[in-house]
Structure formats: structure tokens, C-alpha cells
């Protein structure tokens, strides 16, 4: 059974900082690209940012400069390190394995960041 269990989000000031993890169960960790994706209320998901198993990483142009994505294969989880964090930056934020054709979801993990 595949498990993706989101941590560390919260509530934030604009300017602050968030580390997000998702530890990852039931997959072949190494041989997966990971990704974040976040959901704003009313809005589409949208990719945030993704790393291939080789360590090849893509991010959205909204959060260049300010996200980093991470993993470590030795604790099968990945992380999204968010600084200058913006009001904008508001959402739901899901971690999501994917190893074509297969890919899952986390459950999500809310990020508010105020003004």
C-alpha cells in the first residue's frame, strides 16, 4: 500500500519560512520522480516543483529563487524548503510520486501565509 504523509505546513508571516516534508511508504523510493503541487481555494492545482531520481529539479517560474526542492533516497522523503514566503503562496500543498504509468497523491498539507 503506497503512502505519502505530508508534514510542515502551517501559518506563516509574509517574508517567513516553511519547511515541508512527505515521507513516502510502499514505493520504490529512488526510482520516482517527486513532485509539489499546491491547490489554492477556487483555483487549479498547480506544479510547484519536481525532482526526477536522478536529482534533476523544475520549478514553477512563481516560486524561482525562493523554493528549493529536496530528497533524501535514504529516508525515502522529499522536501520543499519555501522562503520570502508571499500571501500568494497560500494553499494546499500536495506531494505527489510518480513512476510512469503509476502516480499517487498525498493527502496535503495546508500553508497560510498572512500579511
Known amino acids: 500500500q503506497v503512502q505519502l504523509v505530508e508534514s510542515g505546513g502551517g501559518l506563516v508571516q509574509a517574508g517567513g519560512s516553511l519547511r515541508l516534508s512527505c515521507a513516502a511508504s510502499?514505493?520504490?523510493?529512488?526510482?520516482?520522480?517527486m513532485g509539489w503541487y499546491r491547490q489554492a481555494p477556487g483555483k487549479q492545482r498547480e506544479l510547484v516543483a519536481e525532482?526526477?531520481?536522478?536529482?534533476?529539479?523544475n520549478y514553477a517560474d512563481s516560486v524561482k529563487g525562493r523554493f528549493t526542492i529536496s530528497r533524501d533516497n535514504a529516508k525515502n522523503t522529499v522536501y520543499l524548503q519555501m522562503a520570502s514566503l508571499k500571501p500568494e503562496d497560500t494553499a494546499v500543498y500536495y506531494c505527489?510520486?510518480?513512476?510512469?504509468?503509476?502516480?499517487?497523491w498525498g493527502q496535503g498539507t495546508q500553508v497560510t501565509v498572512s500579511s
Open positions: 505527489k510520486a510518480e513512476r510512469l504509468p503509476y502516480y499517487y
Open positions: 510502499g514505493i520504490i523510493f529512488s526510482k520516482n520522480d
Open positions: 525532482i526526477t531520481g536522478g536529482g534533476r529539479t
